[in-house]
């Protein structure tokens, strides 16, 4: 299932469901980057007050929160969250600047399935940078003195989930040190 930030621009077709307790700052009610708003699926507010995104925490939060989310597994909001999962263009989003440290990984692999960062194809190094933090994988399909194809792997290394191409001369000097 693929995650973004709700800053994030939109792709024609996904269906957008913001998973934040709090209304996210500079967004308006009807800005298309929110979609479907379900509060009450975010973790509760004494255990984001506790977290305040810090990495040596992360551990026990995500214990704590599937925990939440075990004693509201039949709430309206997660029920609702899970049909509209099924939909393969639905995108999980969050206002929260580290996706990797928030809440939505936790959420996602909680619904069964594995969180996929949003590719950016406009800066693709952070595109790749952010996949190998989420876990994926990636390789290179096709790469010449001028051009790169890439394929964006599951978590598992396993099957192609996107594919990025990129003629950028910054992101192929990159490419060749960390193909090395």
Known sequence: MRIARVYDETQTGEQRVLVDRLWPRGISKADDRVG???PHVAPSQELRSWYQHDEARHDEFAQ????E??????DEEMVRLRALAQNPECVVVTAT???ALSHVPILVEYLGADPVPEVLVDDPIN??????LFG???QVR?????HAEIDLL????GERVDSLASDDPTFLAWLDKHEA
Not at 69 to 74: E, V
Not at 154 to 157: E, I, K, P
């Open 97 to 99: 600047r580290d996706l």
């Open 154 to 157: 599951r978590c598992d290394g």
């Open 36 to 38: 479907t708003w379900l």
């Open 127 to 132: 595109t790749l940078e952010r996949w190998e």
């Open 136 to 138: 994926g994988a990636w």
């Open 64 to 67: 704590r929160y599937a925990a």
């Open 142 to 146: 096709k790469r010449d003195s001028a």
């Open 69 to 74: 989310l075990d004693a509201k597994s039949d």
